[in-house]
Structure formats: structure tokens, C-alpha cells
């Protein structure tokens, strides 16, 4: 049986292609986080749209147009979510002329017919309402006006959308971009043939959505170190008053499956044996640490604490490969990111093969000055997640193949 990661290892790249002359149409994911003052505070999802980007310009594609989405509007205009912004970072970085264009219906002719070595960006791509529904004659439109098309939106390849998906069956010749292919192979690094132990490190705040996956990922892993709010629903599994805390009741029950069938597995679970609690989050006055079963009333658990810092450093030094999606606790918060900030030291040093994925959790890698010392940051949050539960990611399903598979 071919695995996920395999299939997606299989389709043909950037380089198994000439482009040479050919107009090329590239979905990136120009997704980038911005400050209140709406400026790029962390353009590494730009910069590492540029190995594809620079190798078309190089290889003397006739035009290149850059597709992408930006946030979540509702699906039309709204200024907030404008590409503008991403288009000067972009020149800047490429060092090339970058054309912008607003309106595809009025300038498809045009970039259809150009013959010129030209880079265009299309506007917020969520600005066209048929973009989430995945919608034909959207993703027709797309389609003509290339004639090669290359996904290289790791961070959106979980997505079915008229950008990732759609278009695939209107495009003659479709391929990946060098960072999806680099992200597969980073995750093909840590499953397809994992030097164990390898663990698994969940923690954040997105509950609902991850913890349905980890029974999946049982199969796959020895350990699973659960810390955050994640660890929350868990320690109420358990039957721990978590008193004002924040966890999800509808998924304490799946929490104590999960539970069950790790030993079934003979898969190892580590979770909080102390945790800090404050009264406040906003306005903290009474912080303290307390073993998880001892969460005071009016409380609530906002990281581990330090004897659990201890346990799961002790089983991150342990393992040979780590995979973490999702913080420890509020890293945001001064106060409570000595959990996250120390098992991300802990793994920074340790000599396993760690990737770490998931926009806070790199996010707060990179706060603590450990992104150096990891194996590989991948740029999808929730794209690695389902390619660890074993799913063909939709924006690798319809490229081209290098080999058939039976
Ligand atoms: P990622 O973006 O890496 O996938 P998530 O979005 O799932 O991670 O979770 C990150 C968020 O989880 C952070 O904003 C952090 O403040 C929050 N968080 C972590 N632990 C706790 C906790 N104990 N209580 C409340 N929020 C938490
Ligand atoms: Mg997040």
C-alpha cells in the first residue's frame, strides 16, 4: 500500500518540467501575519515562495503570475485584505518589478496574450467568491491564462479551493513548487522511516480540531506529550477539576479514548503534573504553580509547570524524532511562556529530528530565538496535521505523476 506521504513524494516538481517560454501561473501563500499597524511582521512564507518564483524567472518563462489568498474576507473587497502590501515586500525580495493586478476579468486578455518576461500578482484571490467553493468557472478562468500551473502553497494544500484544487482539471501540465516538495520531504524524514522513539509534542488552543487526529496518529508514534489548553481536556478526562480553565466539555470523552487506546498501543502519554494558574489572564495578580489536580477555584491553568517542564524534557531527550504543533500556554503572555520557551530550548538541544509546525507555535520558536536549532519549520499549521493523520493533501491530488501508481 502506498503511503500519503509517498503518493504526494510522487508527483512531478518545478524541475521535471520546461518552462521555458511557457506562461506560468504559480498558487503561493502570501498568508502572512501583519501588526496593528498592518505591516508584514514575519515575510518567511514570501521568502520561501522564492526558489520557485526565481527558478521560472531563470529559466526564461514568458510570464508569471503569483495567485494567492490573504486572510478571510468575506468574499469581495475589503482594503484590510488587499495584496498591495505583499506586492512591494515581493519587488523588494525579488528584486524585479512586480505588476499588480486588480481586476482579473479586465486584465485576463492581456496576461493571456503576453509574451514578455513579466511577474504579475493577482489580487486577495478570497476577494472572488467562487475561490472556497472551488468553483468551475472560476477555476477555469485561472486556467486560461497558462499554460503550466504550479502549486507551491504548502500552508493552503489542505484546502479543496478553485486555486489549489480546481483549476487541476483545466491545466494541461500541473506540478509542484520546490517548497511543497521540500515539505513533504521533511515529513517524509519523520514517518516514512522515523528513527525512533518518535514523539509526538500537541499543546495550543484549537482542540477540536487536533484532537480528533491524534487517534490517528497513534499508530504512528511512541510518545505523545500533551501540554497547553489541549492538556486541559485531558487532565478533566481524567477527572481533575480544571475549574475555569479553558477546554473543550464536548471532547473530554474522545479525550479519555485517546487515552485508552495509547495503551492499547503501547503508546507513552505525558501530561501536566503541575501547572500555573493565575486568577486573570489580562490582569494577573495571583499566579501560582500547583499540581494539575489542584486547580483552585476561580482559576485557571495557563502553562506547565516547572516539574513538567523536567518530565517532558527528560522524554524529548529521549526521542529521535519530535514533531510539535501548539504551545504549552499563553506564550503570548510573558507570564506564562516559560513552559513553551523552555521545551522549545529543550528541543532546540536536543539531537533528535524535530520539525515544528503551526503559525503560534513557530511563531513562538522564533520569540525565543530557538528556530536555528530546529530541524525543519514547516510553514502549514494545519496542512501538516492532516498529512500526519495519513490524508492526501487536495493540492497535491490532481499533479502530474513522475511514475503512474496502481
Ligand atoms: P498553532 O497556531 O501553532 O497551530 P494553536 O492556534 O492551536 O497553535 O494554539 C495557540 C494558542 O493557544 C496561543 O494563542 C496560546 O495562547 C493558546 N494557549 C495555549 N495554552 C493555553 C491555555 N492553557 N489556556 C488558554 N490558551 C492557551
Ligand atoms: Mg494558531
Known amino acids: 500500500m502506498t503511503s500519503n506521504i509517498s503518493f504526494m513524494n510522487g508527483v512531478k516538481s518545478l524541475r521535471d518540467i520546461d518552462v521555458e517560454g511557457k506562461k506560468v501561473l504559480i498558487r503561493v501563500d502570501f498568508n502572512v501575519p501583519v501588526d496593528s499597524n498592518n505591516n508584514i511582521s514575519d515575510d518567511r512564507r514570501i521568502r520561501s515562495a522564492l526558489p520557485t518564483i526565481n527558478y521560472c524567472i531563470d529559466h526564461n518563462a514568458c510570464s508569471i503570475t503569483l495567485v494567492s489568498h490573504f486572510g478571510d474576507p468575506k468574499g469581495g473587497y475589503e482594503e484590510k485584505y488587499s495584496l498591495k502590501g505583499v506586492r512591494k515586500r515581493l519587488e523588494r525580495l525579488l528584486n524585479k518589478k512586480v505588476e499588480f493586478v486588480e481586476d482579473l476579468d479586465a486584465s485576463k486578455d492581456e496576461i493571456a496574450a503576453c509574451s514578455l518576461e513579466r511577474v504579475f500578482l493577482l489580487e486577495n484571490i478570497r476577494f472572488y467568491k467562487g475561490e472556497k467553493k472551488n468553483d468551475e468557472e472560476l477555476s477555469k478562468k485561472l486556467a486560461s491564462i497558462c499554460d503550466v500551473y504550479v502549486n507551491d502553497a504548502f500552508g493552503t494544500s489542505h484546502r479543496e479551493h478553485a486555486s489549489t484544487h480546481g483549476i487541476t482539471k483545466f491545466v494541461q501540465t500541473k506540478v509542484a513548487g520546490f517548497l511543497m516538495m521540500k515539505e513533504v520531504e521533511a515529513f517524509a524524514k519523520a514517518l516514512e522511516e522515523p528513527v525512533r522513539p518518535i514523539a509526538l509534542v500537541v499543546g495550543g488552543a484549537k482542540i477540536s480540531s487536533k484532537i480528533t487526529l491524534l487517534e490517528a496518529v497513534l499508530k504512528k508514534v511512541d510518545k505523545l506529550i500533551i501540554g497547553g489548553a489541549m492538556s486541559n481536556t485531558f487532565l478533566k478526562a481524567l477527572g481533575y477539576d480544571m475549574q475555569d480553565s479553558l477546554f473543550e466539555q464536548d471532547y473530554v470523552q474522545t479525550a479519555s479514548q485517546v487515552l485508552q487506546h495509547a495503551r492499547e498501543n503501547g503508546v507513552k502519554i505525558y501530561l501536566p503534573v503541575d501547572v500555573v494558574i493565575t486568577d486573570s489572564i ?3 495578580i495571583d499566579v501560582k504553580v500547583v499540581p494539575a489536580q489542584d486547580v483552585l477555584e476561580g482559576f485557571k ?8 517542564v523536567k518530565l517532558f524534557s527528560e522524554a524529548i531527550e529521549l526521542s529521535n524524532t519530535i514533531i510539535w504543533n501548539g504551545p504549552m500556554g499563553i506564550y503570548e503572555i510573558d507570564k506564562f511562556s516559560k513552559g513553551t520557551f523552555k521545551i522549545a530550548s529543550a528541543m532546540g538541544a536536543c539531537y533528535a529530528y524535530t520539525i515544528v509546525g503551526g503559525g503560534d507555535t513557530a511563531d513562538a520558536v522564533d ?15 494545519g496542512a501538516s496535521l492532516e498529512l500526519l493523520e ?8 490532481n499533479l502530474d505523476r513522475k ?3 496502481n
Not at 491553568?301 to 513538567?308: H, L
Not at 520569540?367 to 499549521?381: A, D, L, V
Not at 495519513?390 to 491530488?397: D, E, R, S
Open 403 to 405: 511514475i503512474e501508481v
Open 282 to 284: 489580562e490582569k494577573p
Open 390 to 397: 495519513g490524508k492526501i493533501l487536495p493540492g497535491f491530488q
Open 367 to 381: 520569540k525565543c530565538g530557538e528556530s536555528e536549532n530546529f530541524s525543519f519549520i514547516s510553514t502549514g499549521g
Open 301 to 308: 491553568a495557563v502553562d506547565i509547570g516547572p516539574a513538567t
